[in-house]
């Protein structure tokens, strides 16, 4: 009975993939997709100690290590994956707007650690939101719901946008990349991380190039995002087994990027790839 049971939830879990994948290719159903998916984990799993949804970064010896003093429970390297990207251009004094800030741990580091003048986080999940809103008080750090396809913002009143590990989930990133033109200062930057298949990687530099914005540097951190994903294996498994009802800690665990799990193999094998990208719209 129990291996029945078994098989029946597997084999659902499979269909339902294979429904994701043939749907993604229509932007209507990404947006559904992600708003779905972000307003439920948000929702279903509060917990105070996730407060970040990226792979994370080990960076490379030329890039200066930082000393902040990290409980155990912070991940460290979700963190540096803010932390390094906030580094390629001087952020202090600055207006920050974040696309896709999640669970806000992210902004809560840069705006404490490197002293913008003002940080909005801005995320598609409403339930993201309410609680990075909880779980962050910082004076100069906000937090709203709105798109990367419609900022909701004036134009030319940001001086760097950061987007970390969000654009691939947007039902048009030729849209995101007009409205981060427009709410941009002259001279204002656009700090981005992301993944995607070797033809999709193709496919978002051809979109940078036409963004209208000039592409300062272009790295693959495909290394530093396996290495964050091998160095933290153990603390990520022990999270995930704490705060994720049994049933679902394995489909979890392939979605938070484990050793082993699609990613970490794609990346490994080389055929996904992580950037990490710097523009700047002219003065
Ligand atoms: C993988 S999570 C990364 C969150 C955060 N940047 C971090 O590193 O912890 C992707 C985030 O992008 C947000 N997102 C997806 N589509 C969006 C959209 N069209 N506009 C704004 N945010 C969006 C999701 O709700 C989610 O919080």
Known sequence: MFGLSFYIVRQTLKMVNFI???FKRYPWFKRLNAKVTYELLAKKIPAEEWQFMNYGYVPNASEKPFDIPLGPEVQRHSLQMYHYLALKTDVQGKDILEVGSGRGG????VASALQPASYIGMDLAQSAVDLAKRLHKVPNLSFIQGSAE????????????LN?????AYGSVDKFFSEVKRVLKPGGYLLLVDFRSVENMDLLKSQLAKSGLELLEEENISQNVINAMEEEDDTKQARIKRLVP??????FADFAGVVGSKLHTNLKNGTRLYYRFALRKKS
Do not use: F, M, Y
């Open 20 to 22: 994701i994948r043939v």
């Open 106 to 109: 992210g902004a809560k580091h």
């Open 150 to 161: 419609s900022i909701p913002l004036p134009d030319n009143s940001i001086d760097v946008v």
């Open 164 to 168: 970390v590990e969000s654009c691939h």
């Open 246 to 251: 049994a049933k679902w800690q394995k489909l």
